[in-house]
């Protein structure tokens, strides 16, 4: 027997066990006291029983398809949703997806800035395996991603496409707005970002023309890298969601799926929306949205004392509509609070949308949902604007991951890193190819999603300059290091509360002293 036939009778085994008997028993009551089938009578009881099986194949060979992944990233999103527990932010389409999905409240990325981050999350790999923690990891210098087939997958999508995914890039997902390579000023080849990772590079450039240009644009086809000085920290002009990249990147998204669908094979698409990375710039309707809404100040106004402690010199060198004196005063702060919580609202809503079509296509039964923040962000919390830093408030991001098979959502204070997601994926998806070209450092969460354990780590460690930085369920330590050594700790105790306030690092301390034991554990 041939091992095709030996699964086709092992289907046909499975199949028996399912078909309706009622329906056959009853007509064979009918029949129990004749002593044959009448022609008709046995042609009309056999195209029953085959349409019985031919429904029945088809939906178990439905079920056997792999999933399809649809990955949603969105460019530094904190985790300031209603669903995270912040009740003045304006997210209810994550909100509505929340109830059918996991969300992890305590996600930490490895490294506090986009390119690095991304790295772990596709390549899989430890900062402190792989070295890559800056922006450019994936395509300058000894970690960048090889322009030739490796035996093993170099990067996540490239793993599903050669498991048979058709792959889709929209937007931003490894470090560039549409996966290509070049400066801000347009300068470069375009070489990919991922070479191998994607079938298709979709990322839609409308009235902005490239790559930096819609990642940094205003309405009217405006954007800060176009010569013209553009560099205003907030915009609210335009009506329509189409009138700015995220709006497009979820236009093309939904005809994207579309296509999929028709398509034979699973799929694996990656959508990166932009906001609510600066330039804060939404449609009006998402800034008035807030006028009744009182935004709280920060918990924490006094600045921290730590090596750590930074400029805010990317969101300074914007042009503000308000006074730029540090530290900005209540005012000014509320309204940059406001600006953030207003992209957070535009992407929300884009998120929506494509969810939507998900539902209309059928494809939400088929498919797990990732919706990840590549970091956090201080919203002025200890006078710090922007990402960057080790702490708590930097390293926690938006996880929430949506598989077929939940139908009930919950959030989870389960420890889980970005280097994990791969890992996860594969383990729910089981892609035929599943070699890689290093191993992955991260840990499946499955156990978690499937709900036979709390969590799968005790730790996550996150890196940034020369600080290795482990957060337990209650405390992070952050550990400068220098030639192998630690020449400064800073210990703060988050079980109360997530802010990075009070450094309570002490010699003796028996928490610092466990944290401090897993730094030489670290990958
Ligand atoms: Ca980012």
């Known amino acids: 027997m041939t091992l095709e036939t030996r699964e086709q009778n092992k289907n046909l085994e499975l199949l028996l066990n399912y078909l309706p008997k009622d329906d056959i028993l009853r007509n064979m009551e009918y029949k129990k006291n004749r002593l044959y089938l009448s022609i008709a009578e046995f042609n009309a009881m056999r195209l029953m029983i085959v349409s019985i099986i031919l429904t029945f194949s088809m939906t178990f060979s439905m079920a056997s398809e792999k999933p399809n992944i649809l990955f949603i990233a969105v460019d530094d999103l904190r985790p300031e949703l209603g669903c995270y527990g912040v009740k003045y932010a304006l997210s209810p389409n994550l909100d509505q997806f929340a109830k059918t999905a996991v969300t992890f409240r305590n996600h930490y990325v490895q490294v506090s800035t986009c390119g690095a981050s991304r790295y772990a999350l596709l390549t899989g790999r430890s900062p402190s395996n792989s070295g890559a923690v800056q922006n450019h990891a994936f395509y300058r210098g000894k970690t960048a991603i090889q322009d030739k087939q490796l035996p093993g997958a170099q990067s996540m999508p490239e793993l599903f496409k050669r498991s048979g995914y058709e792959t889709v890039l929209i937007g931003k997902i490894s470090h560039t707005a549409d996966g290509r390579v070049y400066s801000y000023n347009g300068q470069g080849t375009g070489k990919h970002e991922m070479p191998g990772a994607w079938n298709r590079l979709s990322t839609p450039m409308g009235q902005w023309k490239r790559g930096w240009g819609i990642f940094f644009a205003y309405a009217d086809g405006k954007h800060r890298e176009d010569g013209q000085g553009h560099k205003n ?85 914007y042009s503000t509509p308000y006074e730029k004196k540090r530290p900005l005063n209540h005012k ?57 830093t080790p702490f708590e408030i930097a390293n926690r991001s938006v996880l929430m991951i949506r598989t077929p098979d939940v139908k009930i959502g919950f959030s989870t204070n389960a420890l889980a890193e970005t280097l994990d997601i791969y890992p996860t994926l594969l383990d729910l998806c089981e892609p ?92």
């Open 233 to 317: 920290l907030m915009q609210f002009t335009v009506e329509k969601d189409t009138d700015l990249p995220d709006g497009l990147l979820a236009e093309s998204a939904i005809s994207e799926l579309t296509k999929l669908k028709a398509g034979k094979k699973p799929f694996f698409m990656g959508l990166g929306f932009f906001k609510p990375h600066l330039p804060f710039v939404a449609p009006k309707k998402d800034w008035d949205a807030f006028e009744k809404i009182t935004i709280p100040d920060p918990e924490d106004r006094k600045p921290f004392d730590s090596p750590y402690k930074h400029s805010s010199g990317e969101f300074f060198k």
């Open 332 to 388: 000014s702060a509320n309204m940059a609070r406001r600006a953030y919580l207003a992209c957070v609202r535009y992407v929300d809503r884009q998120i929506g949308k494509v969810l939507q079509h998900l539902e209309r296509t059928g494809l939400a039964k088929n498919t797990v949902v990732v919706v990840w923040g590549d970091h956090g962000w201080h919203l002025g919390d200890a006078q710090q604007w922007g990402k960057h």
């Open 432 to 523: 035929e190819f599943n070699e890689t070209h290093y191993p992955l450092d991260g840990i499946s969460l499955g156990p978690v999603l499937r709900g036979e354990k709390e969590s799968v780590r005790e730790y996550a460690t996150s890196y940034w300059k020369d600080s290795i930085s482990i957060r337990s369920k209650t405390h992070r330590l952050v550990a400068k290091i220098k030639n192998g050594k630690i020449i400064n700790k800073e210990l703060y105790d988050l079980s109360e509360r997530l802010d990075t306030v009070e450094n309570i690092s002490s010699e003796g301390s028996a928490i610092e002293e466990e944290l401090t034991k897993q730094i030489s554990n670290t990958n």
